[in-house]
């Protein structure tokens, strides 16, 4: 047997000591108040009700660290050891040893019950004996530690890898204690190794974590600093926790338990059971259960905004549980059902009334289904609950789809509508961007084949929407031509160029003859606000144009657009001359929100009668190009009359006066 089988047979939690301090401070009481009286039905007048009662740190301790061993020894009956250690100013006592037969609830409450109420101490108690007694009992092998040195024999190879844990409830008053406390336990544990080394008897210890709890009541406040698991040395961990006695103890005991054991909470709500005073009436309740968390690893693996959703952190504790919901199979055939994992259960309030309902429900032969919540309706069933044997099993039940069934619709995922996804344009991408081995003459190139890759595909989804309605363009691929697959590439011919140009005058013919608006008004863009969808498709193709200017060429094109859409151009940044007056009218309107506009030239601003740029140089306005066209188009046909040439301007020296104050 290998040395790692070993360890992984043998883990920190195969063997853990209790040590509990019987001094003068725990027979203080914890000042957590409980209602005594609460079992009397009938108050008659004169009724003197009992006053609460408050149990002492003592009692807390011994309730919480057995409470704590019975969820251990519920879900591993073996395997699990735990012991007993008390500790006063003379000596210290063992409760219970390694042996099987001494590990279970009745024979720890029979030992409590010999050790009667905590006597008063006379001094101080000696916590260095009973950590050095805790030692002491780590290193005795258990029946199963022996039992492979027997096997072994005289094979010197074969080596037990001896851990454990070891929980110490004291009194603490300084952080100069604590310090003290740990340079005594490291000086003790590295004396006891080098004395089992040499002992048939002891074996060595390779890892303890050693758990200081101070407990103090509820009245009390404490100067210890608490400290998180620290690894001291590769065989020593200390920690170190101030904790309230009454149900804080209790629930910090429970949250213990899940971690060192690796426990998982699931709540079972919904659970219908017959009120115990109206037997006619029916009311639902919850019944929290520990497990291991095997049982919740396929649940739990989903992306974590979904998982959010089933795990709730219970009022009180460190710990989140998994609320699944109460189903009633319809038949009992338990062996019927795919199960993926099983696991013993146990109920945390154990003697409560639905958790007693429910373990007598399942002993009887019966089966319950549970069932995971889902957003979109309908119900999964992600676990069972069913006893075999007398013991009670969670069954994890397979929610996967079958490795014979076709693949999952794109329906049961995330997202819209199943016909709005562009899977057929994104299979395209999956085939152009695949990926091959590279050829060895090639690692020796400046970029490597990883890098070429991950910027071919950055090339590839520069402009990629997602969904068919996010775009007008996803509806124009056909008068769109091949332009989108030569935008993508690095470099682009002088063909490829004209082509596109070539679309882009194939485009503004068709919104000439209103042909584009017909197109793209029939296209539905979802909820938002009204736009002008001839604008939009522009908009979008410039979009897509400035995502993949990266060369010369594609900067051809770039410029190609601007001028057709009479913006400037990003060689000069001039406005063009001949400009339509209702495609100047566009660029100075707002865009959609569902179709984001391109980065824009630099806003002008209003100066008296025109349009002034933030130079100050005068640009046209929309009265000045239109008296250009309107010129132009006279010239084409006619001489102009002679007296319109010859005709007055009016109101020659309005603007006079601003001028001469500019030149000043």
Known sequence: TSIHSLMMSFPISHKTVFILEQSRHFLKSCNHLIEFDTLTKTKGPGFVPLPPISKSLWTCVVEAAVEYCRIVWDIYPQGKLVRFITCDSNATKTMNTWLQPNQNVQHLLSAFAQLGATPVPKGDCN???????????????SEIQLEKLRMSGADDSVKILNRGRIVCFTSLKSNAQVAKIQETFTSALMQHNKVASGSDIFLPIHECELILINVISNSESSLITDRTKEKLSPMFSFEVMTVKGGMFLAMKLTSLVLHHYHLASTTVTGIPMKEEQNASSSANYDVELFHPVQSHEGLLSGNEEDVSHVKTCKEGAEYQTVTLKWCTPRTNATELHHCTAVTRITTVDVNSRPSSCLTNFLLGGRAVMLEMPRKGGGKILSHMLAAHGGEIFIHTLITARSILEDPPSIIEGFGGRVTDYKISDFGELMKENKLVPCPLNREEQEVSASERSKAQLDRFTKYWPMTISSAYLCHLLPHLNNMPKLLVQKELEDRDVISCKQVLFDLVGLEAKNELQSIVSSISRGK????????????????MIRAHNRSESHNKILDCLLELRSKPSEKNGKALEKTEPDKVKSETDNSSPASPDPVPAKKPRLHGFG???????????LLTLWTNRVNEEHSRRAVEFKGRLNSTKLYANLHKDEEQSKET
């Open 127 to 141: 916590l260095a004996a009973g950590l050095s007694s805790a030692i002491e009992a780590l290193s005795e092998g």
């Open 528 to 543: 938002g606000k009204k736009e002008d969808p001839v604008r939009a498709v522009w908009n979008e193709i410039e979009v």
């Open 611 to 621: 349009l002034t740029d933030i130079q100050g140089k005068k640009s046209q306005n």
